[in-house]
């Protein structure tokens, strides 16, 4: 037999913000009925000393207290608990009421409320959160700039009184639980008014439940002006908070991955199995660094031509590692070759997002089919591939299905990986003049299917396997310039095994006399291998210096930035590689231009008249 506690809710949690003056503001329905009625706006609640409104709340942090309440008709009272939450810059206080037990189930949930409203968001995010019934319960600095109001005044405060013309279905939306997005016309103070946009989404925190208002492109707050406003970063930063958070779980899984390295170094087999897992978790950060420079607008596409289903193949290949064992992943690709002019990274990104997507919508676990099919446009030169990712879950629900292109639309609780979905799998599609629509079905799951020009350019076999004829390459001098000492050992660490010599310099300005010192001395440089941007000199001016005296020394330029690029004016042999990069990429790279370079050489030039 289970024992049953007295109250009619368990654990019922209410709230109430009391005044500095200690006379009570706001009374939640939930903290009414725990003190039988005794909390009510107006009363006093409190017998203590009052709230100095002049200090601030770290001078004069209020207290825990417990109160005995009397029922009806009853001389048995309940011992009920206010339980103030830190909150900063207010004389107001907003406390949590709950009934006094010592059941650790309701301590911990306490706690959890605790913490996320006494510091919900960083000061920079524009978020308002209020409870079941509209009040507000907490906003961040950014939020009371744009509201222009005080703390004082906005806590406890009915949400619609903040704004005008409020929708009554609002709050029907929200019980939903969905992430959505509507304009609110925020009304000032002043009783000026502009419209925001704003993402609401409901969030269950110990059993209690909030309602967080994030605003971005807030119109300014006067007339004369039409830019728009810096909070319109904010919700870029929340997102590429999302992926910050991805890219964490992959660097944890490299560094337990690392560690056991070190513990089986004497079991060959499991060496090359953790190294595998490192290889996979480092190829997912890349993919994520990526998406994270495109938010910074630091990311600009590198087109290449990719065979499609070889491309598909080696995706499936990466993810078939990070999946859950619940999840299979297999692939159907037609027979036909064909091409398409695109990113490599962003046709990898695309994938992963919509394979992702298809675990989400499977948390039990299914299949996820990527089908390609290619197909002749009749009075066209070209033909064009559709590539469908489908999974065997219970589909998209109608309600959803029409926002799910919408930019930074998300069903997830605030706090959980945001990400970026389809809204980037969709403008990464249509920017190579492509399409992306969806087939949904509660039997038979969803199909996203990606339509993509194919391109007329034949693909050349990967240019990783290829075998230049170098020769032995202790007879070739490499140059490594880079200002990060951890880069230098590596790559400095890895030429070497490839039997080079190699001497490093740590910026520009250094590797140019570096250089010109060595050609002096008759012993010349075969390849400089360098960074883009370092402190006194970078890589281009260096190698624009070094090309005048010394015209045929190749250039191999590395980056952490995607949108760099070799400016037209350094005339020396160059080629370009992304960081991070693997040691494979970056041996090929070097004995191509060390072989081009060879070949140059060996070639008579032609007669001059």
Do not use: W
């Amino acid at each position: 037999m289970c024992a049953r506690r007295n109250s009619a809710t368990p654990f019922e949690i209410g709230v109430l913000v009391v005044e500095a003056s200690r006379r009570i503001r706001y009374v939640s329905q939930a903290a009414a009925k725990l003190s039988f009625g005794t909390f009510a706006v107006g009363n006093s609640v409190l017998n203590g000393p009052k709230t100095d409104p002049q200090r601030s709340p770290q001078d004069t942090p209020p207290s825990t207290r417990q109160l005995n309440v009397f029922p009806p008709n009853s001389d048995e009272p309940r011992t009920v608990v206010l339980h103030p939450i830190p909150l900063k810059d207010t004389s107001v206080v907003l406390y949590l009421v709950y009934e006094h037990t010592q059941d650790p189930a309701l301590a911990r949930r306490v706690a959890s409320i605790l913490a996320f409203l006494s510091r919900p968001a960083s000061d920079d995010v524009c978020m308002l959160i209020h409870i079941q019934d509209g009040t507000v319960v907490q906003a961040t600095d950014a939020a009371l700039d744009v509201f222009a109001r005080h703390r004082d005044s906005i806590l406890g405060t009915p949400y619609r009184s903040l704004v005008t013309a409020f929708r009554a279905d609002e709050y029907h939306n929200m019980a939903v639980g969905l992430t959505y997005r509507r304009e609110n016309t925020i009304c000032l103070p002043d009783n000026k008014s502009f419209v925001s946009r704003v993402d609401v989404q409901k969030l269950s925190v110990g059993d209690m439940d909030l309602f967080l208002r994030t605003y971005y492109d807030t119109a300014p707050q006067t007339p004369s002006s039409t830019t728009t406003q810096p909070s319109s970063d904010v919700t870029m930063r929340r997102f590429a908070g999302g992926i910050a958070h991805e890219l964490n779980n992959v660097l944890t899984v490299m560094v337990a991955a690392f560690e056991e390295l070190r513990e089986y170094a004497d079991e060959p087999s499991t060496v090359h199995e953790i190294a595998d897992e490192i290889e996979t978790a480092t190829g997912r950060a890349k993919s994520m660094s990526h998406r994270l420079l495109s938010l910074s607008g630091r990311d600009s596409s590198r087109t290449e031509t990719i065979q499609i289903s070889e491309r598909i193949e080696r995706c499936v290949m990466d993810l078939q590692n990070s999946l859950s064992s619940k999840h299979k992943l297999s692939a159907v690709l037609d027979t036909r070759t064909a091409s398409i002019e695109m990113d490599r990274l962003r046709f990898d990104q695309i994938i992963e997002i919509l394979v992702s997507n298809a675990c989400e919508a499977m948390p039990s676990g299914g299949s996820i089919l990527i089908d390609v099919a290619i197909e002749e446009l009749p009075g066209a030169n070209t033909n064009r591939a559709t590539i469908s990712v489908s999974d065997t879950g219970h589909g998209i629900p109608p309600h959803t299905l029409p926002h799910i292109f919408d930019k930074f639309f998300s069903t997830r609780p605030h706090g959980m990986n945001a990400g970026l979905g389809l809204d980037t799998a969709k403008g990464i599609v249509e920017s190579v003049d492509g399409s992306i629509f969806v087939s949904n079905s509660d039997s038979t799951g969803t199909t996203i299917s990606l339509r993509l020009p194919c391109s007329s350019v034949e693909v050349i076999a990967s240019t990783e396997q290829e075998d230049f004829r170098v020769d032995t390459n202790q007879n070739h001098l490499v140059i490594v310039v880079d200002d990060e000492e951890a880069v230098r050992k590596y790559i400095r660490r890895c030429l070497e095994r490839e039997g080079y010599r190699v001497i490093s310099a740590r910026d520009g300005q250094e590797g140019y006399e570096l250089i010109s010192h060595y050609e002096e001395l008759n012993q010349p440089v075969s390849a400089v291998v360098s960074d883009m941007l370092m402190p006194r000199m970078g890589g281009p001016e260096m190698a624009r210096k070094l090309s005048e005296a010394f015209p045929n020394l190749p250039f191999l330029f590395i980056s952490g930035y995607t949108n760099e690029r070799v400016p037209d004016s350094i005339s020396a042999d160059v080629a370009f590689l992304n960081k991070p990069f693997a040691l494979s990429a970056l041996s090929a790279a070097l004995r191509r231009l060390i072989a081009n370079r060879t070949l140059s050489a060996m070639t008579p030039e032609p007669h001059r008249r």
